[in-house]
């Protein structure tokens, strides 16, 4: 089945304790991205990825790493996350980042930092 | 800056028509995607427009004025399952991957 993978599904954390949300993708598909969703704010674009080793930054990047290492993979990394980085986050991918290409979102990962 | 508005909430009745306006105000425009979000749920892609005009698919319908800054979503014949947040998103000029999103607009649909 074509689809977007994260993991964990929920996690509550502490304040400053390095984590990784996983992402994967099985559709072959050069372009990847991050969001968050908070209530009244919508999506927000955090990172997103061209292709493999190449990223840039969106709207929202401040306390994220991410990377590219290989197609199907794009780690969402929080060094030292905060309370305000709790949030609902989801990945999205599609085969390329123009023209007409609609994004495929993972489930979702629910953060809360303590 | 960049600003993309959407109404925080419609009502409407099994069966009817409801429309979703979106506007925007961005640096740079390269097409605008409407998706869809149950409660829970992942969004899902509904349309795509990037010249000026009408692209039907179906019971939605998705318009496009680039001169205006202004796309709508209609929703036709209107059932329970169509309760859901519609998502209005530009992608930007500055780069294909670059995108930003409305702050979604609740649709709910009474019997």
């Known amino acids: 089945e074509a689809q977007v993978t994260q993991n964990p599904r929920y996690l509550i954390t502490v304040t400053g304790k390095k984590l990784t949300v996983t992402c994967s993708q099985n559709?072959?598909?050069?372009?990847m991205s991050w969001y968050r969703q908070d209530p009244g704010l919508g999506l927000r674009q955090i990172y997103y990825?061209?292709?493999?080793?190449?990223?840039d930054k969106g709207d929202v990047p401040e306390g994220y790493k991410v990377s590219r290492k290989e197609k199907r993979n794009f780690p969402l990394i929080l060094e030292s996350p905060s309370p305000n980085q709790t949030s609902l986050y989801f990945c999205?991918?599609?085969?390329?980042?123009?023209?007409?290409?609609?994004?495929?979102f993972g489930p979702g990962t629910r953060l809360t930092v303590l | 800056g960049q600003n993309i508005d959407q109404p925080t909430e419609m009502t409407a009745t099994e069966g009817a028509i409801v429309q979703i306006n979106c506007t925007y105000q961005?640096?740079?425009?390269?097409?605008l995607f409407w998706y869809q979000q149950h409660a829970g749920e992942a969004p899902t892609f509904l349309s795509y427009?990037?010249?000026?005009g009408l692209e039907e698919k179906g019971r939605f319908s998705s318009f496009l004025s680039r001169s205006k800054g202004y796309s709508y979503l209609l929703l036709k014949e209107l059932q329970m399952k169509d309760s859901a947040s519609y998502l209005c998103?530009?992608?930007?000029?500055?780069?294909?991957?670059?995108?930003?999103f409305g702050a979604g607009t609740q649709v709910v649909v009474t019997p």
């Open positions: 990825s061209m292709n493999v080793e190449v990223t």
């Open positions: 427009n990037v010249l000026d």
């Open positions: 999205a991918s599609s085969l390329l980042a123009g023209d007409y290409n609609e994004q495929f």
């Open positions: 998103a530009v992608r930007l000029t500055d780069s294909w991957g670059k995108f930003q």
């Open positions: 559709m072959n598909h050069e372009y």
């Open positions: 961005t640096s740079g425009f390269n097409g």
